[in-house]
């Protein structure tokens, strides 16, 4: 069983930066990967960032890619998500997910979901 709670969303202006952590509890977490969704009001829950398990990969959507950065830190059990050159349409609510070693680009691929936190992002 893992616990995922997420933090570091808010509002900033276009072109701004954020930065969100995902803290994990539970056993195991170096053994899953990890990834990034979001949601925006009457969307579906889009892909946005994963990295595996081992550092080793990392996945990004082609909305994001060049502008967000997944790392993680497995001694501290965290997950984070450095979001520059932020745009209006990454307005969301952002979600970590852990997942077992494979496929990381679907909400399927995981298991175990935190409780998002709202990213908006003004004009």
């Known amino acids: 069983q893992v616990q995922l709670v997420e933090s570091g969303g808010g509002l900033v202006q276009a072109g701004g930066s954020l930065r969100l952590s995902c803290a994990a509890s539970?056993?195991?977490?170096?053994?899953?990967?990890m990834g990034w969704f979001r949601q925006a009001p009457g969307k579906e829950r889009e892909f946005v960032a994963a990295?595996?398990?081992?550092?080793?990969?990392?996945y990004y959507a082609d909305s994001v890619s060049g502008r967000f950065t997944i790392s993680r830190d497995n001694a501290r059990k965290t997950v984070y998500l450095q979001m520059n050159s932020l745009k209006p349409e990454d307005t969301a609510v952002y979600y970590c997910?852990?997942?077992?070693?494979?496929?990381?680009?679907?909400?399927?691929?995981?298991?175990?979901w935190g409780q998002g936190t709202q990213v908006t992002v003004s004009s």
């Open positions: 997910a852990a997942g077992p070693a494979g496929a990381v680009a679907s909400a399927n691929d995981y298991d175990y």
């Open positions: 539970g056993r195991s977490f170096s053994t899953y990967n």
């Open positions: 990295i595996s398990w081992n550092i080793g990969s990392r």
